[in-house]
Each structure stands twice: as structure tokens, then as C-alpha cells.
């Protein structure tokens, strides 16, 4: 019998790993068009690349809200973890989603105090986080770009983290979201 078949009960399920996989491709789709869009000034008009960005950002509130209430109302397969793995590893997964969080409702923001309308699908509006021409709102735009990097340097941690697991402790943390 193969590993994976020895440790199938331990395998995430599709649907949590297809959200996981769905929030990587958004972020790494949010990364790019954030590097190589226009700047943002007092005047931009969010179009182009900035639009695009606009809709990934709440495609990607969106799947993480449905990423937490499937992690909500459904246990994550067992592990056999030491203790202290086992907690570094839920603390960084907290910390991790509290960033894919923050990020960009704190560019929802932003947007907000631009007057730019933010949309999930490009048809569902949502509300605006700040009211247009807040000082607050603008704020939350530099606190969204530092956040970014933050949240760069966590996804590096856990890529890192499951690379170890793979090729140090060669365990099946890895083939879990797999």
C-alpha cells in the first residue's frame, strides 16, 4: 500500500482543499496585479489592472468567509503532530487567515474612501467600509500595502514549513492538501 493510501483518512477533503487551493491562486493573482498595476493617486480611476485587483480582493473576502465556515462545521482530518508542532502550527494558520482577512477588507476600505464600488462577481456591491474622502479610509490604503508584505512573508513561513515537512521530517503533513 502506497503512503497516501495508508494515510487517506488523514487527507484534508475536497472541498477544503479546493478552497485552499482557490485562495492560493487569488493571492498569487492579488500579488502580481498589485506589482504591476498603475500607482494609486488622489485621481486614479479604478480601471484596468486596479479594477481587476478590485474584483480578486472581494472574490477572495469571499472565499475566505466560505473557507472559515467550512473550517467552522467541519474538523480538519487528525494529526499526528508533536505537541509543540501542533500549536505553532494552529497559531500560524490563526495568524495566516487573520491576514487573508485583513488585507484586503483593508483595501475594501481604501476603496471605499475613494468612492469605488467593490463587487463581488462583478455584480453583488458590497458596502462601503469607509465613507468617501475619509482621511481613515485613505489610511487604511498604506496599512493594506505594509499588511501585503506581512502577509508575503507568512505565506513564505508556511510554503516553507511544508517543504520541511517533506523533505526534513518526510511525514504526510504536505500530501494532506494535496
Not at 13 to 37: D, I, P, Y
Amino acid at each position: 500500500m502506497s503512503a497516501i493510501e495508508q494515510h487517506g483518512d488523514e487527507t484534508y477533503g475536497l472541498v477544503a482543499r479546493l478552497l485552499h487551493w482557490l485562495v492560493v491562486a487569488l493571492v498569487a493573482a492579488q500579488f502580481v496585479l498589485g506589482w504591476t498595476m498603475p500607482e494609486v493617486h488622489r485621481d486614479t480611476q479604478p480601471v484596468g489592472l486596479i479594477a481587476w485587483h478590485l474584483a480578486l480582493g472581494a472574490a477572495l473576502i469571499a472565499a475566505m468567509a466560505v473557507r472559515i465556515l467550512w473550517r467552522l462545521t467541519h474538523r480538519p482530518p487528525p494529526s499526528d503532530l508533536p505537541p509543540l508542532l501542533s500549536t505553532v502550527s494552529r497559531v500560524t494558520h490563526f495568524v495566516l487567515y487573520a491576514a487573508l482577512i485583513a488585507v484586503p477588507v483593508l483595501g475594501w476600505a481604501n476603496a471605499s474612501s475613494r468612492g469605488w464600488s467593490v463587487k463581488v462577481v462583478g455584480a453583488l456591491p458590497l458596502p462601503a467600509l469607509a465613507a468617501s474622502g475619509s482621511t481613515v479610509g485613505h489610511a487604511m490604503g498604506d496599512i493594506h500595502s505594509a499588511l501585503a508584505w506581512v502577509l508575503l512573508v507568512l505565506i513564505g513561513m508556511h510554503v516553507g514549513a511544508a517543504l520541511l515537512h517533506r523533505f526534513v521530517f518526510k511525514d504526510n503533513v504536505l500530501r494532506r492538501m494535496m
